[in-house]
């Protein structure tokens, strides 16, 4: 049974993310919060296999707070950050401290469901147009930077494909569907991407796919 903990300051959100995956059998909500300092205190209580914290609640960094706060927990459940469809310049900062995966809070119901099992497995999530927003938002000016290039240019055909399937939001399964590979051999792939690239996880791997040219 996977355990996930919402964090969010509208009851409506938490209301809406609990009917969204109560028809999932392996999935179960451990606990809820209407701010960073109880989400944090319901990590600590309930030992949640995934934490879903919204960016903004009580104060605009709140959020960031929190998964900072959570990271430092021993045994972390893996977190990912809700946000609306508008990236604000807190999104850079959950990136850098660690976030798995940026979901929009109007997220499919059948979405935020394997996003939740594909973070429960130790992978992450982020959403294209997310991921679109964030390079729009931080990039320096240069589509492509040289950075970016030279890591790109030191990964191999096949792993160019998965940074590039990365980019586009897919996971493992999909990814290994559109390549024809298992999905074993498709992790297999991520893990050394990004251990070649220097990425912490899926996300960052995404942003290099942007700001290489390997996602338009």
Avoid at 11 to 30: F, H, K, N, T, Y
Avoid at 149 to 163: D, G, Q, T
Avoid at 164 to 179: C, D, H, M, V
Wanted: aromatic content about 4%.
């Amino acid at each position: 049974m996977i355990k996930v903990m919402f964090a969010d300051d509208e009851e409506l959100v938490r209301s809406g993310l609990r009917a969204m995956v109560a028809p999932a059998s392996d999935i179960e909500v451990a606990g809820e919060a209407a701010d960073g300092r109880t989400a944090v205190e319901a990590v600590r209580r309930f030992h949640p296999d995934v934490a879903l914290l919204d960016i903004r609640m009580r104060t605009p960094d709140d959020g960031i707070r929190a998964l900072r706060a959570i990271q430092a927990l021993p045994n972390p459940p893996v977190v990912a950050m809700l946000t609306t469809f508008d990236i604000d310049e807190y999104v850079s900062l959950a990136l850098r401290f660690g976030a798995n995966g940026f979901l929009l809070k109007d997220i499919e119901p059948a979405v935020l469901v394997r996003a939740i099992r594909d973070l429960a497995r130790g992978g992450a999530v982020l959403d294209p147009g997310v991921a679109a927003r964030m390079v729009n938002a931080h990039r320096d000016g240069q589509r492509a930077s040289a950075p970016a290039r030279e890591l790109i240019a030191s990964l191999s055909e096949r792993e160019r494909e998965v940074v590039t399937l990365i980019g586009q939001g897919l996971s493992n399964a999909e990814i290994g569907g559109r390549l024809h590979l298992s999905e074993a051999t498709v992790k297999g792939y991520v893990s050394a991407v990004l251990s070649k690239i220097g990425a912490a996880n899926r996300v960052q791997a995404a942003l290099l796919a942007y700001r290489g040219g390997l996602v338009n």
